[in-house]
């Protein structure tokens, strides 16, 4: 069974926008950045740098991940 991904134009930049605001990773986002990695050899530099700057991040402390679906939903 073959499976496509694919990302909505300027996905990445949104949700990285969202995270920085709400400094939290939610549900939701962590499904978008594992489809944002199976489709890796096609994002741009900037976005794959925006991800590893969140990553980064995240190890750093400075981003909480949580077990909330959507960050909208408080």
């Known amino acids: 069974m073959y499976f496509s991904i694919q990302l909505l134009p300027h996905a990445i930049s949104e949700m990285i926008a ?40 995240i190890c750093r402390g400075r981003i909480q991940i949580v077990d909330e679906i959507s960050a909208l939903l408080h």
């Open 18 to 57: 969202q995270i920085g605001c709400t400094r939290q990773v939610t549900l939701a986002d962590r499904y978008g950045l594992m489809a944002a990695i199976f489709y890796l050899d096609h994002l741009s530099e900037d976005e794959r740098f925006s991800i590893d700057r969140l990553l980064r991040s």
